[in-house]
């Protein structure tokens, strides 16, 4: 009767290896499945949303609104133009011509990618 030894350092024969275990479907399941899978699931959805309402609540107590509201004016009416602002005018002086917009001189185009 040859044994060899296992994990812990016990002896173990080879009667014991060779054993034939019968065990129904049922038995050999790890974990049933079912009612208790699904109170875990809807016990932890509830909690995160808890979790994310309390989140919520803190960040909209801390806020500073007053700090990010922008009043807005009403302009004032089309006819009335401040005296301190002139017009610019773009156009040539006679005779000449109108200088062109710059352009890019890269000619290879210019990705996104970084390469």
Do not use: C, Y
């Amino acid at each position: 009767m040859a044994g060899h030894a296992d994990e812990r350092g016990n002896k173990v024969s080879t009667e014991d290896t060779n054993r034939t275990v019968k065990v129904s479907a049922v038995e050999a399941w790890q974990g049933l499945l079912g009612r208790p899978v699904l109170m875990v699931l809807i016990g932890s959805l509830v909690l995160a949303l808890i979790a994310l309402a309390g989140a919520e609540m803190f960040g909209e107590s801390t806020g500073n609104d007053a700090a990010t509201q922008v009043q807005e004016t009403t302009p004032a009416a089309k006819d009335a133009a401040p005296a301190d602002q002139g017009t610019v005018n773009n156009t040539p002086a006679t005779g000449k011509q109108m200088q062109p917009a710059p352009t890019d001189k890269d000619p290879t185009p210019q990705t996104g990618s970084g390469g």
